[in-house]
């Protein structure tokens, strides 16, 4: 069964620093997305993509953060000089078509953790 | 703000009794929901979606109902297993985009 793929499962950085979190979505989806997931809190959405540029993104998704599709596979979330509340879980997710009324797709997820 | 809801942030049933998990949502406009698993260490997994213009849905030993006029969405999941012990998650697509708006999540506990 397809899925969605990300790199590292675990990364610990020091505050200040900069990260990219990649992810391999599924291979024939058109949109994909970052959400996050503070520990014991709700998923949040940061950002949509399609056709190589932001679709949609929320309050959270601010100058600190940007995506990149480097190549036809893998599609990064770069966070530039992580604060303390940058640590959380941080989901890619993929949908097949342009159609709203499909499911989304979720990856495994990278923990991220500030210090 | 506009705002995704569960009821009960935990729910502890006995291994095969039928659970249920409720949600709240705020935006009259939303036309798409779903529920989503997410067991410990694990992204959300897909269980069962619903369209504004349905108001229920079956899947296998789960059921999704949709109440419109009082903004209520519920997961019946029946002859609960131990397997099915995770958090769950309701998520709207308020109809302004792609993006999913989802509730705080109830724990769900299969006691045998």
Redesign the interface.
């Given at each position: 069964e397809p899925e969605?793929t990300q790199t590292p499962s675990h990364q610990v950085t020091q505050m200040g620093q900069e990260v990219i979190l990649r992810c391999v979505p599924i291979s024939n989806h058109l949109?994909f997305?970052w959400?996050r997931q503070i520990l014991g809190?709700?998923?949040?959405?940061l950002v949509?993509f399609?056709n190589n540029e932001i679709?949609?993104k929320?309050e959270i998704f601010d100058d600190q953060f940007s995506v990149e599709r480097p190549d036809g596979s893998n599609f990064t979330l770069k966070i530039r000089s992580t604060k303390l509340e940058d640590s959380a879980m941080y989901?890619c997710?993929s949908?097949p078509g342009q159609g709203?009324?499909t499911?989304?797709?979720?990856?495994?997820?990278t923990r991220l953790t500030v210090v | 703000g506009e705002s995704v809801g569960l009821h009960l942030p935990t729910l502890s049933v006995q291994e095969g009794d039928n659970s249920i998990i409720n949600c709240a949502y705020s935006n009259s406009a939303s036309?798409?929901f779903?529920w989503?698993k997410q067991e410990s260490?694990?992204?959300?997994?897909?269980i069962i979606?619903i369209?504004s213009n349905m108001d229920k849905r079956q899947g296998q030993r789960v059921t999704v109902l949709l109440n419109k006029t009082v903004k209520h969405l519920s997961l019946q999941i029946a002859a609960t297993q131990p397997g099915d012990s995770a958090v769950y998650?309701c998520?709207e697509?308020p109809?302004s985009?792609?993006?999913?708006?989802?509730?705080?999540?109830t724990s769900l506990l299969v006691t045998p």
């Amino acid at each position: 069964e397809p899925e969605v793929t990300q790199t590292p499962s675990h990364q610990v950085t020091q505050m200040g620093q900069e990260v990219i979190l990649r992810c391999v979505p599924i291979s024939n989806h058109l949109y994909f997305y970052w959400y996050r997931q503070i520990l014991g809190q709700k998923v949040e959405f940061l950002v949509s993509f399609y056709n190589n540029e932001i679709s949609e993104k929320s309050e959270i998704f601010d100058d600190q953060f940007s995506v990149e599709r480097p190549d036809g596979s893998n599609f990064t979330l770069k966070i530039r000089s992580t604060k303390l509340e940058d640590s959380a879980m941080y989901f890619c997710a993929s949908t097949p078509g342009q159609g709203m009324y499909t499911e989304a797709f979720f990856g495994q997820g990278t923990r991220l953790t500030v210090v | 703000g506009e705002s995704v809801g569960l009821h009960l942030p935990t729910l502890s049933v006995q291994e095969g009794d039928n659970s249920i998990i409720n949600c709240a949502y705020s935006n009259s406009a939303s036309d798409y929901f779903i529920w989503y698993k997410q067991e410990s260490g694990k992204g959300p997994q897909f269980i069962i979606d619903i369209r504004s213009n349905m108001d229920k849905r079956q899947g296998q030993r789960v059921t999704v109902l949709l109440n419109k006029t009082v903004k209520h969405l519920s997961l019946q999941i029946a002859a609960t297993q131990p397997g099915d012990s995770a958090v769950y998650f309701c998520a709207e697509n308020p109809n302004s985009g792609y993006a999913l708006n989802f509730g705080k999540g109830t724990s769900l506990l299969v006691t045998p």
